[in-house]
């Protein structure tokens, strides 16, 4: 149910705020943890349907939760 979606996400920022607290960006590697750099990728292309298509339909992603990534300098181009 909804519930779980958002306790599965706050579980991955979490792991993503530990993540850049060592390495200091959020550009997780597959090598680091193949999970947590796919939900990594997830979260710039559901950014993209955000903009696009509005809350609701961007599978999870809300503005709220934009606002959470940009908080902790979250890479959405997965450059430097």
Same mark, same amino acid.
Request: proline share 1%; charged share 30%.
């Given at each position: %149910?909804?519930?779980?979606?958002?306790?599965?996400?706050?579980?991955?920022?979490?792991?993503?705020?530990?993540?850049?607290?060592?390495?200091?960006?959020?550009r997780?590697?597959?090598?680091?943890?193949k999970?947590l750099h796919?939900?990594?990728l997830?979260q710039?292309c559901?950014r993209?349907l955000?903009?696009?298509? %509005?809350e %609701?339909?961007?599978?999870g992603?809300?503005?709220?939760?934009v606002?959470?990534?940009?908080?902790?300098?979250?890479?959405?181009?997965g450059?430097?």
């Amino acid at each position: %149910g909804h519930q779980s979606n958002d306790a599965q996400w706050e579980q991955n920022f979490q792991d993503l705020v530990v993540f850049k607290s060592q390495f200091g960006h959020t550009r997780v590697p597959q090598s680091y943890e193949k999970s947590l750099h796919k939900w990594v990728l997830n979260q710039r292309c559901r950014r993209r349907l955000l903009e696009e298509k %509005g809350e %609701g339909k961007a599978k999870g992603m809300t503005w709220a939760r934009v606002e959470k990534l940009d908080a902790i300098d979250f890479s959405w181009s997965g450059k430097k």
